[in-house]
């Protein structure tokens, strides 16, 4: 029961690894396009995100494989549910 809680713990985390990942690059892009120094802003943002999401793997998945696939695929799904919640809305074409 332990292990499975652990395994749980270790997706789940991966799954807020991948919200503030993909999240902070949404916003960075938002707020990107109208920045004075766009690249300056971007460059900081992806070295802070990777920076958070590394660690953040090292320290979950430690030595054990299981929780490390767990971790990833919980930071995939969360890449496409971010996807699927900021997707611009489709134009709607009236005949």
Known sequence: ???????????AA???LGALFFGGLWWTVRQGVSSPRPA???L????????????????????NWQRWLLCLCG???????L?????????????
């Open 40 to 42: 300056l802003r971007f």
């Open 75 to 81: 930071f995939i799904l969360a890449r496409f549910v």
């Open 1 to 11: 029961m332990i292990e499975f809680q652990s395994l749980a713990l270790a997706w």
């Open 14 to 16: 991966g799954a807020l």
């Open 44 to 63: 900081g943002s992806m070295l802070l995100r990777m920076s958070i999401t590394l660690t953040g793997f090292y320290f979950i998945g430690r030595e």
């Open 83 to 95: 996807q699927r919640l900021t997707r611009a809305a489709e134009p709607s074409y009236a005949p």
